[in-house]
């Protein structure tokens, strides 16, 4: 007993005296310095004095103190939980004592650390505080260890250890990633290849079938593509194995063949899948090693005979199919009749989404002027239409603006100068390296040409259209994957069939089943010589036969000449059997309309539509009907479901997550060229009449046109900030968020500024009453009369008798208003 | 430590904005998922911020900073013998010469490297442009998708170092002059999105123009009108909209705005407080003004400045003529400003973490146009005998050997790397250094790992090509 207390005595001086002190001592230290390094990077010094350095990468060695003798310590109290005398007492006091002390000395170290190298994220702060947050109760609990009850003593003691698990937890997540320990979990599985095999291991007996062994295949080629292939494919063969086709397989490396078919525990691929990670063997040998069950799949289907399927494989990416098909249309019920809205109706009920109230007229009006002609409609057409007792007023007014061929060609012009990277000043015009097709794109949209042919004159094309497949040639010689042949490939690809060969023009694609002489071959259909395949820019000595990318569709004769070539290649696509061009097609106007495609993104025809129904519908329905855009923008647009409320997100990305369901069209920004129409229609012309590219347009056009819209004028740094791209290449989506450079642009750049400021000028002479003022720069802008707290606000700022600038500011807050900026 | 909370922060936000194209299906992406690697900017940076210096049109080496046997002009002067047409002088480093009336850069050799074995691209009939794009993106045009200015790059890395000023300004570069679209088409973030693209300052000397409300608006109506913006939304049933990422960004931007047209770090933009003694030695024009305003924005907290000496056809260095005389005016130009931005950033001690570099998209010479082993094109009217003084000078367009200087932000002070040839074809006999390299370095000294990438159209881009780029570690005091 007299023993017993004199450990006590002697632990319990130690602890408060010498022990406590140097504990505060050193987070003292840890205090002063954190602030002094924190400074140091932030200024200018360079790296910080080693030693810190030093003693914070000891941070990882001496958590683990604490971690396990305070554990250890938990775990005898619970050897003696129910007892009511702690024989343990003196042993978990000592591992307290030890417990704390280290993790003291943990929290300084581990400070150092952060202070000294590069940490940061959402962890670390938690890391951070629950590591001393552990440290205090350690110590707490270790004073009751000396003073206070054992309930306490249990209860502290518990606390602290899920304090140091949850701490440790995050301090293992810092220094080994997130996914450490998911990773290895079944449901974490990287999703590479979108063809998601079907074939269960589990319950499988006797011989497989032939299904089986193609799904089998199947998982096999994905497990290699996404972990072997790098090394052992096309583009590297590491000792001289490759594991892309079923022949190079066989074959085996350079130390011979790495399979035994039958009998896994001969072949070598299965000896190094399966040594330890850190084996100077094991493979894969970069990155994460395969999975148990990757290895367990590789190793079953070594043990069936290394089985390959006979006839055409199975892809391991997701193939969209390429023919059309026309799905039953499901039986209207109650006030849902048309086609879209039917399919739609399928897929709210699949999806549990209800149907919501249609938006009111002064939206709706709003929005079929933006996404027809791209302009606002003023306020007394507004009002006009609100008062429209007809019941099918709206259809009417869909009908109304899209026979206003001038302004609709004004405003799709555009979305096409974007997807067919047409523009009126742009590299390569300076060496005649490239041709604008403007007035032909200009008459074809006002013309509302069918889509069929309006593609077969791209493609085939008179000296008016040629641009487009000519491609943009810079002077000196080019990259093999750049050359005007191949740019026409990948264009026509891209833009016609939502399809990317720009991986393929270099080297065999890894997320496409598309190979080099895919590209290649044709590529050669644009050239007036066959091309000799480039692989990444080195020449290989073959040359690149002629056909198209879906042989489906037809046989191109290589031995014709280019303009023949072109006038083939133009029919095949066009054909009505060529259901790709027209689900790219309406897939593409449905996301211009509804802010999302059908398909995500709207050049990846081979994603998932997030309904095949609705989009195979409207494809098909377009070719029956005429290749017609004219009536596709009508049949959507006097649907129920565009005239949904508009969906609001609050982050950009969710906008093409897997997991994304359609309730209703998407808000969306003005584009560039619509903001600035909207406000030279609304308040003053931004651009004069002298900017519109004439010389570039069809003769006729000056009857057109009934003030400088945006679409018609060259690139400028005012245009370019809100957001229209330099059409170098093909774009086919305008970003829809706000950045710095565009408020800069819009606070104080000349263009906008000067606009504003020669509105307030017209406006004041119009309106020398300032109630009057406000109320009419409301309805001309916002297309309403302003509430009555609004027009206090902005009396408050005019006056009874307004300043040009006051009007000016005033005009220009409206001009930036959300309300005025947002297609809702 | 603060730094870097910060600079992720930003990162974050800014990256939300570029997440919006993803969304929209446009050509950008987010970070590629490299198999579990976290994105961790390296420890041990040793710049924070990179100020370029491009000397536009293609500064000949043998005129400037590696020099060769000078030959002076005389009637019926057979070309083949000229290879310089100045005379050289010591610098501060031992053994080094530089050519005649870059005294003033001589002199502060000691604080930099001189790299003369830089080897441009080989890219057949040439356009100044076109080498351009390649120096400041480290891609070849025509591209598929449009690559990021190096500027555009390290904007979207690292965010701005003060909030309130751009990531990106490029002065004196005006948009107007030939050959503007295609300086357009890499003066661009590309498809990293807008936000991350160049501010443009064309004329230092009015920078200030820029960043300060429109003209003829004061601070209070300045003040009043935002205010006005910000109540007329309050009142309004925009609300109703509820939240999302347009109305936000839009919100957002236009406070950002706001906050940098208003902050006292406007100033920096204003040269007009700067010393007259000061602003002499720097007033050689646009470019010296510019390396003026580089200078200022430094001090503030600038992240990536380029200034040049602006690229207009057959201007400036782009010398197809009167090349030796020409020469004489550029020097006076390029002199004083550069030596004095590196003395001044060195006194007050911004030097240490910050990287200049001066450099021209390739060199020139008198007789070979192209490189030795793979002549291009001619463009230019070079007679083999000289019988007028106007074609004496370095005319044609040469890419086997080229000089870039770099001070500071980590690099070797007074250190020399590479070697050309004595006698002609001048070319680089030692230490090839290529335009991945310099980026990488760069990046390196910024902490971006070399294989920074993003997946557009489901391909990865990086950096530099295919993430190949090595780190020039000679050049660095510290790896």
Redesign the interface.
């Given at each position: 007993m007299k023993r017993k207390n004199a450990i006590k005595k002697k632990t319990t001086r130690f602890l408060t005296t010498r022990n406590i002190g140097l504990a505060f001592l050193l987070l003292l230290i840890a205090a002063i310095i954190?602030p002094v390094?924190?400074?140091d990077?932030?200024i200018?010094?360079?790296?910080p004095f080693w030693v810190w350095s030093f003693l914070g990468r000891l941070h990882p060695l001496v958590v683990h103190f604490p971690i396990g003798l305070l554990v250890v310590a938990w775990l005898m109290e619970l050897l003696v939980w129910k007892r009511k005398s702690n024989d343990f007492g003196p042993a978990i006091r000592v591992l307290m004592v030890i417990g704390t002390i280290s993790s003291v000395i943990a929290v300084v170290f581990g400070l150092l650390l952060?202070?000294?190298?590069?940490?940061?994220?959402d962890i670390l702060p938690v890391h951070q505080w629950t590591g001393i947050a552990t440290m205090v109760l350690a110590a707490i609990t270790t004073y009751t260890y000396f003073r206070k009850s054992r309930r306490m003593q249990k209860l502290l003691l518990t606390l602290t250890v899920a304090g140091v698990t949850v701490a440790g937890h995050y301090g293992a997540s810092l220094t080994h990633?997130?996914?450490y320990l998911t990773?290895v979990l079944p449901s974490a599985q990287p999703d590479v290849a979108a063809n998601q095999p079907t074939f269960v291991l589990a319950n499988q007996t006797g011989p497989l079938n032939e299904t089986q062994v193609q799904e089998l295949n199947l998982q096999i080629r994905s497990i290699f593509a996404h972990s072997c292939t790098n090394c052992h494919g096309e583009a590297k063969q590491k000792g001289d194995l490759r594991l892309d086709s079923k022949e190079a397989i066989l074959k085996g490396g350079e130390d011979g063949p790495v399979l035994v078919a039958g009998d896994p525990e001969k072949s070598e691929l299965i000896r190094r899948i399966k040594l330890p990670r850190n084996h100077k063997e094991a493979m894969p040998s970069?990155?994460?090693g395969l999975t148990p069950q990757e290895i367990a799949t590789i190793e079953y289907w070594v043990k069936q005979g290394a089985p390959w399927p006979t006839g055409e494989l199975k892809s391991i990416f997701r193939v969209a199919a390429l023919e059309p098909r026309m799905p039953e249309i499901p039986a209207a019920t109650g006030d849902i009749v048309s086609p879209v809205d039917l399919f739609v109706n399928d897929y709210f009920k699949k999806h549990k989404v209800e149907w919501n109230k249609k938006v009111d007229d002064r939206t709706y009006i709003r929005r079929v002027y933006l996404d027809v002609i791209g302009l606002v409609p003023a306020a007394d057409t507004i009002d006009a239409f609100i008062n429209d007792t007809r019941p099918d007023k709206r259809e009417i007014l869909v009908s109304n603006l899209l026979s206003r061929n001038s302004d609709y060609a004004q405003h799709w012009l555009t979305f096409w100068n974007d997807a067919l990277r047409n523009d009126y000043?742009?590299?390569?015009?300076?060496?005649g390296g490239r041709y604008d097709i403007t007035e032909w794109l200009y008459s074809s949209l006002r013309d509302n040409k069918p889509y069929n042919i309006f593609v077969k004159e791209l493609i085939s094309p008179t000296e008016k259209s040629k641009g487009f497949i000519a491609g943009?040639k810079?002077?000196?010689?080019?990259?093999a994957?750049?050359r005007t042949e191949m740019?026409a490939a990948?264009n026509v690809s891209q833009v016609f069939l939502g399809l990317?060969l720009?991986?393929a023009?270099c080297h065999n694609s890894f997320?496409?089943d598309w190979k080099l002489e895919d590209a290649y071959a044709f590529a050669n259909v644009f050239a007036d010589s066959a091309l000799e395949i480039n692989r990444c820019d080195k020449p290989t000595g073959k040359m690149a036969p002629t056909r198209m990318l879906y042989k489906e569709l037809g046989e191109i004769d290589s031995n014709a000449v280019t303009q023949d070539k072109l006038k083939q290649l133009a029919e095949y696509l066009v054909q009505p059997k060529d259901g790709r061009l027209y689900r790219t097609l309406v897939n593409r106007v449905w996301?211009q309309l509804m802010g999302r495609?059908i398909v995500?993104?709207?050049?990846?025809m081979d994603n998932e539509p997030w309904s095949q129904d609705l989009l195979d519908w409207l494809a098909s329905d377009f070719v029956a009907t005429g290749h017609d855009v004219k009536k596709l923008i009508y049949k959507i647009l006097t649907s129920k479901t565009y005239q949904l409320p508009?969906v609001?997100?609050?982050?950009?990305?969710?906008?093409?997550a897997p997991d994304y369901v359609f309730t209703g069209m998407l808000?969306?920004?003005l584009t560039a060229e619509q903001f600035t129409d909207a406000v030279s229609k609304a308040i003053q012309p931004v651009y004069g009449d002298s900017a519109i590219v004439y010389k570039l347009l069809p003769e006729d056009v000056k009857t057109d046109i009934r003030f400088p819209r945006a679409s018609l004028v060259k690139n400028d740094?005012y245009l370019?900030?809100l957001?229209r791209?330099?059409r170098?290449?093909v774009?086919?989506?305008?970003?829809?968020?706000?950045?710095?450079?565009?408020?800069?642009e819009?606070?104080?750049g000349?263009r906008f500024?000067n606009a504003v400021k020669r509105a307030a000028v017209k406006w004041k002479q119009e309106y020398p009453d300032a109630e009057k003022m406000v109320t009419e720069i409301y309805r001309s802008t916002l297309g309403r009369p302003p509430?009555s707290?609004?027009e206090s606000?902005?009396l408050k700022?005019l006056g009874q008798t307004p300043t040009e600038?006051a009007v000016q500011?005033?005009l220009?807050?409206?001009t930036?208003?959300?309300?005025f900026?947002?297609i809702? | 430590m603060k730094a870097n909370w910060n600079r992720r922060d930003f990162i974050k936000k800014s990256s939300a904005a570029t997440l919006a194209a993803l969304a929209a299906g446009a050509p950008v992406a987010g970070l590629l998922s490299g198999c579990g690697k976290g994105k961790k900017i390296a420890a041990n940076t040793s710049a924070d911020t990179v100020i370029l210096l491009w000397l536009a049109g293609g500064m000949a080496h043998t005129e400037t900073f590696d020099p060769k046997r000078y030959t002076p002009y005389e009637n019926g002067l057979e070309g083949n013998r000229v290879l310089s047409t100045f005379k050289s002088f010591p610098t501060a480093l031992d053994g080094i010469q530089f050519s005649d009336g870059l005294q003033s850069i001589g002199s502060v050799m000691d604080k930099g490297t001189l790299i003369r074995s830089y080897v441009a691209a080989d890219m057949g009939h040439i356009l100044h442009s076109r080498h351009q794009y390649h120096w400041h993106t480290c891609y070849e045009p025509p591209q598929t998708v449009a690559a990021p200015h190096i500027g555009a790059w390290i904007a979207k890395e690292l965010g701005p170092k003060n909030q309130v000023i751009p990531a990106f300004i490029d002065i004196g570069q005006r948009m107007t002059v030939g050959e503007s679209e295609e300086l357009k088409a890499f003066h661009t973030a590309g498809f990293l999105g807008n936000e991350f693209g160049p501010f443009l300052i064309p004329d230092p000397s009015q920078g200030l123009e820029s960043v300060r409300p429109p003209v003829g608006m004061d601070a209070r109506r300045f003040e009043r009108r935002n205010q006005l913006y910000n109540d007329l939304i309050s009142k309004s049933a925009i609300g109703d909209l509820g939240s999302d990422y347009q109305k936000e960004s839009l919100k957002r931007s236009m406070e950002q705005a706001y906050m940098l047209l208003n902050s006292p770090e406007a100033k920096a933009f204003d040269l007009s407080l700067e010393p007259k003694e000061v602003y002499d030695v720097y007033n050689t024009g646009r470019f010296g003004l510019g390396c003026l305003l580089a200078r200022r924005l430094t001090e503030q907290g600038a992240r990536f400045i380029s200034v040049t000496t602006e690229y207009e056809p057959f201007k400036g260095f782009d010398t197809h003529e009167n090349g030796h005389t020409r020469m004489v005016d550029m020097k006076k130009m390029v002199d004083g400003p550069i030596a004095q931005l590196v003395k001044d950033l060195d006194k007050s001690g911004h030097l240490d973490r910050t990287m200049i570099i001066v450099a021209s998209e390739f060199s020139r010479d008198m007789m070979v146009e192209g490189r030795p082993d793979a002549k291009v094109k001619e463009q230019v009217n070079q007679p083999d005998i000289l019988n007028d003084m106007k074609f004496y000078g370095m005319h044609r367009h040469f890419t086997d050997g080229c000089s870039i200087l770099m001070f500071g932000g980590g690099i070797k002070k007074g250190f020399v790397y590479g070697k050309t040839a004595d006698e002609r074809p001048c070319k680089t006999i030692e230490n090839p250094i290529k335009i991945d390299q310099i980026h990488q370095t760069i990046y390196h000294a910024l902490g971006i790992p070399p294989d920074t990438n993003y997946v557009v159209e489901k391909r990865p881009f990086y950096t530099t090509p295919d993430g190949d780029g090595k780190i020039a570690k000679e050049l660095l005091i510290k790896v």
């Open positions: 954190n390094i924190g400074k990077t932030e200018a010094a360079g790296t952060i202070n000294t190298e590069e940490y940061g994220g990633g997130e996914d990773s970069k990155g994460k000043s742009g590299t390569g015009y300076i060496t943009i810079w002077r000196g010689t080019i990259n994957s750049q740019q990948q990317n720009k991986c023009s997320v496409s996301a495609g995500e993104p709207v050049d990846v508009s609001g997100i609050k982050e950009a990305e969710l906008i093409v808000r969306r920004r740094p370019t900030a957001g791209p330099n170098e290449t774009s086919t989506s305008r970003l829809s968020q706000a950045n710095l450079l565009q408020a800069l819009l606070t104080n000349d500024n509430a707290d609004e606000v902005a700022v600038a500011d005033f220009w807050a409206m930036l208003h959300p309300e900026q947002l809702y | -």
